[in-house]
């Protein structure tokens, strides 16, 4: 099978799917003649011409605006972000209108809209570093996917495409090249595995709210997303030296979340890790955490240990990053911590 890396897999998603619906747009900032963000677009505009991929002005408010008056009239956008800090200047379009219209018209309107937009500390300033998740997942109406790998990238984007309610999916920028000879501007990190980059040619849909045991152990379950399962199971592989067995899950979509799994897996290993780059009040590590004290508390025999960003903007610069996103030293910490009592 072959391999691809995550932002290939995105553009053939794409492909597959205006080729197949030509309902199926493409907007946002140089996704035509500079290729979008980290190259996702790559060739688009060539194939499907400027009716169907638009470069728009740099006003997020107005093409996220312009985006749900062409879902209500039958197309099929996909809007894409240049980063996801941007994404706060269409706060009022994606909170107020594209997740409520449906409630508000009594079911009569669907808003089958697709956002993207990288996400992830990679050494730029904190208006470029935000993780975002934990502001849309307090949003009832929109549905929230983070794909790790790209043969998750791939199966989720195609299911969000053909959904009728407005989806947002985030992307870690250090993943965008993983595990492919050809990633075009990709960035990169030494920790990222090559798990699930074989890729199918086929189009593939990933159901939403279905997690994804990365690892399977016995003495810890650790819950991450994003950059952070593959900290997790590069963590997990150098553990397993010492005889401690992680079970590693990708929740795949926070919204909505499969709890059945991951409260299956705290259940068998009675010790769990959450584990996010977003920081840690009021953040994705707190929700979950809530969640297996709720409903599994009675077979934790240890507290639920939370390993997350420092409640601080992101700094410039690697050293002082470093200090705030999550490490392996941190994830091995945190592991030990709950294995001691």
Same mark, same amino acid.
């Given at each position: 099978?072959?391999?691809?890396?995550?932002?290939?897999?995105?553009?053939?998603?794409?492909?597959?799917?205006?080729?197949? &619906?030509?309902? +199926?747009?493409?907007?946002?900032?140089?996704?035509?003649?500079?290729?979008?963000?980290?190259? +996702?677009?790559?060739?688009?505009?060539?194939?499907?011409?400027?009716?169907?991929?638009?470069?728009?002005?740099?006003?997020?408010?107005?093409?996220?605006?312009?985006?749900?008056?062409?879902?209500?009239?039958?197309?099929?956008?996909?809007?894409? !972000?240049?980063?996801? &800090? !941007?994404? !706060?200047?269409?706060? &009022?379009?994606?909170?107020?209108?594209?997740?409520?219209?449906?409630?508000?018209?009594?079911?009569?309107?669907?808003?089958?809209? +697709?956002?993207?937009?990288?996400?992830?500390?990679?050494?730029? /300033?904190?208006?470029?570093?935000?993780?975002?998740?934990?502001?849309?997942?307090?949003?009832?109406?929109?549905?929230?996917?983070?794909?790790?790998?790209?043969?998750?990238?791939?199966?989720?984007?195609?299911?969000?495409?053909?959904?009728?309610?407005?989806?947002?999916?985030?992307?870690?920028?250090?993943?965008?090249?993983?595990?492919?000879?050809?990633?075009?501007?990709?960035?990169?990190?030494?920790?990222?595995?090559?798990?699930?980059?074989?890729?199918?040619?086929?189009?593939?849909?990933?159901?939403?709210?279905?997690?994804?045991?990365?690892?399977?152990?016995?003495?810890?379950?650790?819950?991450?997303?994003?950059?952070?399962?593959?900290?997790?199971?590069?963590?997990?592989?150098?553990?397993?030296?010492?005889?401690?067995?992680?079970?590693?899950?990708?929740?795949?979509?926070?919204?909505?979340?499969?709890?059945?799994?991951?409260?299956?897996?705290?259940?068998?290993?009675?010790?769990?890790?959450?584990?996010?780059?977003?920081?840690?009040?009021?953040?994705?590590? /707190?929700?979950?955490?809530?969640?297996?004290?709720?409903?599994?508390? &009675?077979?934790?025999?240890?507290?639920?240990?939370?390993?997350?960003?420092?409640?601080?903007?992101?700094? !410039?610069?690697?050293?002082?990053?470093?200090?705030?996103?999550?490490?392996?030293?941190?994830?091995?910490?945190?592991?030990?911590?709950?294995?001691?009592?």
């Amino acid at each position: 099978m072959r391999k691809l890396s995550l932002s290939e897999a995105l553009r053939e998603a794409m492909v597959q799917e205006m080729r197949r &619906d030509p309902n +199926v747009i493409l907007m946002g900032e140089d996704v035509g003649r500079f290729n979008g963000a980290f190259n +996702v677009s790559n060739g688009m505009l060539n194939e499907f011409g400027p009716k169907r991929v638009w470069d728009t002005p740099i006003s997020e408010a107005g093409f996220m605006g312009m985006g749900i008056g062409a879902a209500l009239t039958g197309l099929r956008p996909i809007i894409e !972000f240049q980063y996801a &800090d !941007f994404i !706060f200047c269409a706060m &009022d379009q994606i909170v107020n209108e594209a997740a409520k219209l449906r409630l508000m018209s009594g079911g009569q309107a669907n808003v089958p809209i +697709v956002m993207r937009a990288p996400q992830g500390a990679t050494g730029r /300033a904190a208006q470029h570093s935000q993780s975002v998740e934990a502001f849309f997942m307090h949003t009832p109406g929109l549905y929230i996917a983070m794909p790790s790998t790209p043969y998750d990238a791939k199966g989720l984007l195609t299911r969000a495409i053909r959904m009728n309610d407005p989806v947002l999916i985030l992307e870690h920028k250090l993943l965008y090249g993983s595990a492919s000879p050809g990633g075009g501007k990709a960035l990169s990190d030494s920790t990222i595995s090559d798990i699930g980059s074989d890729v199918p040619e086929e189009q593939y849909e990933i159901p939403f709210g279905k997690a994804d045991i990365k690892r399977a152990g016995k003495d810890v379950t650790i819950i991450a997303t994003l950059m952070m399962v593959h900290r997790s199971l590069a963590v997990a592989a150098e553990l397993e030296k010492e005889g401690i067995s992680c079970e590693v899950i990708d929740p795949r979509t926070l919204v909505p979340l499969d709890e059945d799994t991951l409260l299956t897996s705290v259940r068998k290993t009675n010790r769990v890790v959450v584990v996010s780059e977003d920081i840690s009040r009021g953040g994705v590590t /707190a929700e979950l955490s809530a969640l297996i004290m709720d409903k599994a508390f &009675d077979y934790l025999d240890a507290p639920v240990a939370r390993v997350a960003a420092d409640n601080t903007p992101i700094p !410039f610069g690697p050293a002082a990053e470093k200090r705030v996103i999550p490490q392996l030293e941190d994830i091995k910490k945190a592991v030990y911590e709950v294995l001691k009592d």
